[in-house]
Structure formats: C-alpha cells, structure tokens
C-alpha cells in the first residue's frame, strides 16, 4: 500500500477544506507547485491532484494543473469535474497517469461503462461517501445509492481502481472509520483507495494490511499530525 498526499486546488492556492465545505478552509497555501515538489521530494511517488473549482462548477485551475504535473516526476491521479470523454483527454494529455471521475460515474453508469473501456486502466471512479450512502455534485448532493450497491456495479468494468472518501471526516483528523473501510475494500475487485480522516501511522498499517492499494493523506500531512519522514520512508511507493 502507498499514501499519497492530496494537492487540492482552489483560486489558484493550494487548500484543506474540513468535510468538503469551503468555508472550513484550514490551510491555504500560495504555490501548489512548490507543494507538489515538496511532497515528490520528500520520496512520495504518486500525487493526488484535484482542482476544488471545478468540482464545484465555479471556474478552473486549469494552467495550474498542467504546471503542477509538469513540476515533478511523480505519478499523478487528477480528479475534479471530469464529466466527459473530452475531460478526460484533456487530463491524460496535461500528463495525469489516471484521471478521477465522480458525479458522471454515479450517475451515468453507461458512460462510465464507455469511458473505462476507451481508457482502460486510466480511469478512477470516486466513490465520495456520507453514512454509507455515495454523494454527488462536488459531494454536495447525496444518490440515495448505498456504498456496497454502487461498488458492486462495477465490477467487470476496466478501471484503474475506486477511490472512497469519507466527507463525514475529512479534514478532521480525529481518525477514519476503519470497519467501514474494511468492508468497501473487500466489496471491490479493483485496487481500492481510501481517504477521509486518516491521521495514523497505525491506521495507514491497518489499511494495508486489510489490501487496501493506496490511502490518500490531506490535513494530517499538513498539520503535522503525520509524521512526513516516516510515512515516505514507509508507505510512499
């Protein structure tokens, strides 16, 4: 297992947000390109870029992730209101390795079906959750769709794997809800990414030894409740 530390991007600055809300906005950073640099430097492999922004249908950072990308060597999965094909290739040609789609993914099962199969293994669903049940719309909005229901149906499609995120806790660091994360990794065939409160080295060792394929870090690495060094030496790829 690998963590990968989030790069979120808002009005051109790198941002922490606490359960997804802008107003709870805990870290504001001026150059997400530095702190990609930073994180690549520090021995993480993969990056986890999103740009907040477009997620929410208020504008893009567009330039900004082509520069990020462009800045280290890492492998980069980048998410953030890709709800078409065009999305996608615009993604994968500004260099991301994986692309992550969510809204589209819940709620258009057929084009997901067709996006996986154009880009096999390069697509990444997120499954953002709330109580178990999986949210939309920049996670605002919930599907009414429970998290093992949604995670079933994918099954035979070619994905890069499924990222699920806690909203409930992101942002909090008081810990994630490992029983739960336990039952949404053994749900998926695919390599599963988990994300949402983890603020332990203990829990990281957990995630993996439950098969989890990635765990990616926010608030915890900023705030220093993580320890850096070692969860790089330990978990960064």
Not at 148 to 159: E, K, S
Request: proline share 4%; with cysteine.
């Amino acid at each position: 297992m690998i963590a990968v530390p989030a790069v979120d991007l808002s009005g051109g600055r790198c941002v922490q947000w606490v359960g997804g809300l802008p107003e709870t906005e805990q870290v504001s950073l001026p150059d997400p390109a530095a702190v990609a640099a930073r994180w690549w430097r520090k021995g993480f492999s993969t990056l986890h870029v999103v740009d907040l922004d477009a997620a929410l249908g208020r504008g893009d950072n567009r330039a900004l992730v082509r520069e990020l990308i462009a800045g280290t060597e890492a492998v980069t999965q980048f998410g953030g209101g890709v709800r078409d094909r065009e999305g996608i290739e615009q993604a994968l040609a500004a260099g991301a390795d994986r692309v992550i789609v969510g809204t589209r993914a819940v709620e258009d099962s057929p084009w997901l079906a067709r996006a996986a199969a154009a880009f096999p293994d390069q697509v990444v669903v997120a499954a953002d959750m709330r109580d178990g049940m999986v949210l939309r719309r920049g996670w605002t909005r919930s599907s009414e769709t429970a998290i093992g229901d949604f995670l079933a149906a994918l099954d035979d499609l070619p994905l890069a794997g499924v990222l699920c995120t806690d909203v409930a806790r992101e942002g909090r660091v008081q810990g994630s809800d490992l029983r739960r994360a336990g039952t949404v990794i053994r749900t998926s065939p695919h390599p599963v990414w988990m994300s949402g409160g983890i603020s332990s080295v203990e829990e990281l060792r957990r995630l993996g030894g439950m098969g989890a394929a990635g765990a990616v870090l926010g608030m915890a690495l900023y705030d220093g409740t993580l320890p850096v060094e070692a969860v790089a030496r330990d978990f960064g790829g």
